[in-house]
């Protein structure tokens, strides 16, 4: 049973930089696709960032590209978003999740982590 992991949310101003993390519970960082997805009050969720594991390419949603990287360490079956120059609109829960190679449906995902950023 795949199981991931996040952490690292938590309250932070506008214009600082927070990392969230990602702890898969297999091997599959390697092949599998993870991608970060968030989740607003009041609103849907929405895709972030993606990193396509067999062929390290990484995509992201043009509200956070230039802003938030995400990368991946194999060795450590962990997956980073690392977020710079958080804007109030940042806020939301994180979820992270994982799936085969150009997924559309991701089958694993985690409980989620909440991020504020506060003015």
């Known amino acids: 049973q795949v199981q991931l992991v996040e952490s690292g949310g938590g309250l932070v101003q506008a214009g600082a930089s927070l990392r969230l993390s990602c702890a898969v519970s297999?091997?599959?960082?390697?092949?599998?696709?993870t991608a970060w997805f968030r989740q607003a009050p009041g609103k849907e969720r929405e895709f972030v960032a993606v990193f396509r594991g067999s062929t390290l390419r990484t995509s992201y949603s043009k509200s956070v590209k230039g802003r938030f990287t995400i990368s991946r360490v194999s060795a450590k079956n962990t997956v980073y978003l690392r977020m710079n120059y958080l804007k109030l609109e940042d806020t939301a829960v994180y979820y992270c999740?994982?799936?085969?190679?150009?997924?559309?449906?991701?089958?694993?995902w985690g409980q989620g982590t909440q991020v504020t950023v506060s003015s």
């Open positions: 297999e091997g599959i960082v390697s092949t599998y696709d």
């Open positions: 999740a994982a799936g085969p190679h150009m997924t559309t449906e991701y089958p694993y």
